[in-house]
């Protein structure tokens, strides 16, 4: 996922709602092409275990949080050099 995320036509948000999860349901609601179907075997590389999808959420959780705190910071900067000056 992490190498076509970028490229998927429905857009990152899609892929990641079910990251951790079994997203053959999501997938087959869709109605994915023959095509996608054919493409989705080249990127998957195994069956996470029930204990590691749990780890995979917690990660991008805070990972999420980590980004947009790390934005804020940034933007706080921006707006404290723009008034200071």
């Known amino acids: 996922m992490t190498v076509y995320i970028s490229g998927h036509p ?3 948000d899609s892929l990641l709602d079910v990251a951790g999860k ?4 999501p997938f087959e609601d869709v109605g994915h092409s023959e095509d996608a179907r054919i493409m989705m075997k080249k990127y998957k590389i195994g069956t996470l275990p029930p ?5 995979f959420i917690e990660t991008c959780s805070r990972l999420k949080w980590a980004i947009l705190a790390l934005a804020g910071a940034i ?7 723009k008034y200071a000056s």
Do not use: A, N
Request: proline share 5%; hydrophobic share 25%.
């Open 10 to 12: 429905g857009g990152p």
């Open 22 to 25: 079994d997203g053959t349901q």
């Open 51 to 55: 204990g590691e999808c749990t780890k």
């Open 75 to 81: 933007i706080v900067g921006f707006v404290i050099k």
